[in-house]
Structures are given as C-alpha cells and as structure tokens.
C-alpha cells in the first residue's frame, strides 16, 4: 500500500502562485508516475500535470506555461508549482501515484487539498 498526503492548497487570488507538495510513504518502491489531478464542482476529474520517475512531464494544455511539476525521489515528493492562477483552477487538487505490481499497475490517490482562486 502506498500513502499520499498533499498539502499547500489555499485560497489565493487571480494572477497569484501556489505550491502543492505531495508526500508518498509505505511501499513506495516501485512507483512510477507521479501525478496532480484536480476536480471541479460538476465536472470529472482531469489530469493536470504528471512525471515518470525518469523526469519526463507531461502538462494539460490549460496549465502549461503556468504550473510547473517537479519531484525529489530521495523525498518521495511531487510538487506543483502554480503560477499566474485563474478562477478557472478553482478545484480539489488530487496526488496520484501510479505503482507497478506484478503485471499491473496500481493507482494510489491522496485525499484532495482545496486550491480556491479569486477574481
């Protein structure tokens, strides 16, 4: 089983920065990608930004230019660095952490820090 907790959500206003940290503990070898999803109040959950434990990224078109996503492996850490925010990114900013086991591969959540934007 693998743990995550994510903290650094806020509210903060439009043009303004946050920085989201998400922290993995117990069987963390074997973990892959890391990733930030977030949701919206009526809308389903959306990739915003992920990382392979090589460092490649990959960005939603909505974020890039803006947030950045880095991660330290001796920390066990990702974090997302949000610049410039928008009303837009309003949402429950979501850590996951995809895991090889065996032939599978097993995703692992955290429980949502709230990211609030205003105009």
């Known amino acids: 089983q693998v743990q995550l907790v994510e903290s650094g959500g806020g509210l903060v206003q439009a043009g303004g920065s946050l920085r989201l940290s998400c922290t993995a503990s117990g069987s963390i070898f074997s973990i892959n990608a890391m990733g930030w999803y977030r949701q919206a109040p009526g809308k389903q959950r959306e990739l915003v930004a992920s990382?392979?434990?090589?460092?490649?990224?990959n960005y939603a078109d909505s974020v890039k230019g803006r947030f950045t996503i880095s991660r330290d492996n001796t920390k066990n850490t990702v974090y997302l660095q949000m610049n410039s925010l928008k009303p837009a990114d309003t949402a429950v900013y979501y850590c996951?952490?995809?895991?090889?086991?065996?032939?599978?591969?097993?995703?692992?959540w955290g429980q949502g820090t709230q990211v609030t934007v205003s105009s």
């Open positions: 996951r952490a995809d895991r090889n086991e065996g032939w599978a591969i097993k995703a692992y």
């Open positions: 990382i392979t434990s090589g460092g490649s990224t």
